[in-house]
């Protein structure tokens, strides 16, 4: 049963570069192996649910064109971690940021949430 | 990008009665595989997203079987057969057949 735990900053100020890791643990966690992609997600009052991007282990990754020139996502499989960095933030990247495991191949969906960081951007 | 379009914005429901939310896309999701790529799903208060429906119509695992997926095309719904005050929340759908997957506005279902 795998579960996703996000982790980071809930205060930036404008410019700053926003850095949340995302925990993955359960007994039969393989992040190397098997169909899954590992995203982003965010929740904002003004934009809804948003999804930012998500890492295949032996592909590209695929953002969001909205936020392509900014975002960048990671993955430490011995770690059993992932990481998304959002660069110079504004006030319009406060939201919820949820990390998802996304299944290929027979489900073509985010299968598993974390619960979500809240995140604000302020001066 | 494609534009998801759900229909009602909200839903007022009585338990045990059925209930039914619309969603659009402004582009078939059908693959070339014979499977549409949409998703349902529903947050709770104070929740993360949980996915309900894959492929326009089969169930996630641990889904009760009053959640029902159809559609084709561009054109897909969600049905629950009786509502429980468990199903209270927002119901989202998904698209995943061209990045960047979108979502859309969500259905507040109330008791």
């Known amino acids: 049963h795998v579960q996703l735990q996000e982790s980071g900053p809930g205060l930036l100020k404008p410019s700053q570069t926003l850095s949340l890791t995302c925990l993955v643990s359960?007994?039969?966690?393989?992040?190397?192996?098997?169909?899954?992609?590992w995203g982003w997600i965010r929740q904002s009052a003004a934009s809804g649910l948003e999804w930012i991007g998500h890492?295949?282990?032996?592909?590209?990754?695929e953002y969001n064109p909205a936020l392509r020139s900014r975002v960048t996502i990671s993955l430490d499989t011995s770690r059993r971690q992932f990481f998304l960095n959002l660069a110079s933030v504004t006030v319009a990247d406060t939201a919820t940021y949820f990390c998802?495991?996304?299944?290929?191949?027979?489900?073509?969906?985010?299968?598993?949430w974390g619960p979500g960081t809240d995140v604000i951007v302020s001066s | 990008d494609i534009v998801m379009t759900q229909s009602p914005l909200s839903l007022p429901v009585t338990p045990g009665e059925p209930a039914s939310i619309s969603c659009k896309s402004s582009e078939s999701l059908l693959s070339s595989n014979g499977f549409h790529y949409l998703a349902w799903y529903l947050q709770r208060p104070g929740q993360s997203p949980q996915l309900l429906i894959y492929l326009g119509f089969s169930r996630a695992s641990g889904v009760p079987d009053r959640f029902s997926g159809s559609g084709s095309g561009s054109d897909f719904t969600l049905k629950i057969s009786a509502v429980e005050a468990e199903d209270i929340g927002i119901y989202y759908c998904m698209q995943t057949r061209h990045t960047p997957f979108t979502l859309g506005q969500g259905t507040r279902l109330d008791i």
């Open positions: 998802a495991r996304y299944t290929d191949y027979d489900q073509e969906a985010f299968d598993v």
């Open positions: 359960g007994d039969s966690v393989n992040m190397k192996n098997g169909p899954y992609s």
């Open positions: 890492l295949y282990i032996r592909g590209s990754p």
